[in-house]
Nanobody
Framework: VQLQAFGGGLVQAGGSLSLSCAASGRTFSSDAMGWFRQAPGKEREFVAVISWTGSLYYADSSRGRFTISRDSAKNTVYLQMTSLKPEDTAVYYC???????????????WGQGTQVTVSS
């Protein structure tokens, strides 16, 4: 299984960015795809997760500003981020789990990470 994340970059506070994550290697009909992020000196934290059946959850910090979605035909998950804040600055990782979870230890496969930097 391989996960490849795209997107990220530098944006001013209040701006928007979109991330995508393409999964390959097998079928994903019963898996969940999550987004996590890790800022320097901090632990990896949950951002959002979506199952391939459409169930989804958000962290309190991302709810209302971020939208997770998926294209099952393309095995791709997206994270649309709006109203970005400097505290959203982190490396964002996509990850694959056999079940929907907010706990990063439940995820078996991880993408390489993509940097998101929000300037004030």
């Amino acid at each position: 299984v391989q996960l490849q994340a795209f997107g990220g970059g530098l944006v001013q506070a209040g701006g928007s960015l979109s991330l995508s994550c393409a999964a390959s290697g097998r079928t994903f009909s019963s898996d969940a795809m999550g987004w996590f992020r890790q800022a320097p000196g901090k632990e990896r934290e949950f951002v959002a997760v979506i199952s391939w059946t459409g169930s989804l959850y958000y962290a309190d910090s991302s709810r209302g500003r971020f939208t997770i979605s998926r294209d099952s035909a393309k095995n791709t998950v997206y994270l649309q981020m709006t109203s970005l804040k400097p505290e959203d600055t982190a490396v964002y990782y996509c990850a694959l789990s056999r079940y929907i979870s907010r706990d990063y230890s439940h995820y078996d496969y991880w993408g390489q990470g993509t940097q998101v930097t929000v300037s004030s």
